[in-house]
């Protein structure tokens, strides 16, 4: 019992804040590349699923077993899926970083040499 409302309320979070990072994707306020937005809303659309599928597996124990292997290697792949999206975005944030940081020592260097 208590692991379902743990579920549930995991599944409220993921999606408000989803909600919330599409509402700052609009207004413009989140300077990320189109490829972190995609890895960051298949990752938040994969774990819901993941959580769905956790949260309907034990409904699934009276079924033919090879669905049942075939239901838990899907939840796996998408626990997966969800790891190795976590992983891609964390690399295009250190490269989005890096870039941002040698355009600033860049323009430094700049107002340096125009000083001299």
Same mark, same amino acid.
């Given at each position: 019992?208590?692991?379902?409302?743990?579920?549930?309320?995991?599944?409220?979070?993921?999606?408000?804040?989803?909600?919330?990072?599409?509402?700052?994707?609009?207004?413009? =306020?989140?300077?990320? =590349?189109?490829?972190?937005?995609?890895?960051?809303?298949?990752?938040?659309? +994969?774990?819901?699923?993941?959580?769905?599928?956790?949260?309907?597996?034990? +409904?699934? =124990?009276?079924?033919?077993?090879?669905?049942?292997?075939?239901?838990?290697?899907?939840?796996?792949?998408?626990?997966?899926?969800?790891?190795?999206?976590?992983?891609?975005?964390?690399?295009?944030?250190?490269?989005?970083?890096?870039?941002?940081?040698?355009?600033?020592? =860049?323009?430094?260097?700049?107002?340096?040499?125009?000083?001299?």
């Amino acid at each position: 019992m208590i692991i379902r409302i743990i579920i549930y309320a995991a599944i409220a979070v993921i999606a408000i804040a989803l909600l919330a990072e599409v509402l700052r994707w609009m207004n413009g =306020s989140r300077l990320i =590349s189109r490829t972190q937005k995609a890895y960051r809303l298949f990752a938040a659309i +994969s774990l819901e699923a993941l959580l769905l599928m956790f949260l309907f597996g034990k +409904s699934i =124990s009276g079924c033919n077993p090879l669905f049942q292997i075939s239901y838990w290697c899907t939840a796996t792949a998408l626990a997966f899926i969800v790891v190795t999206l976590g992983l891609l975005d964390v690399k295009a944030t250190l490269v989005t970083f890096q870039q941002q940081r040698r355009e600033m020592f =860049s323009d430094l260097i700049g107002r340096e040499k125009r000083k001299e």
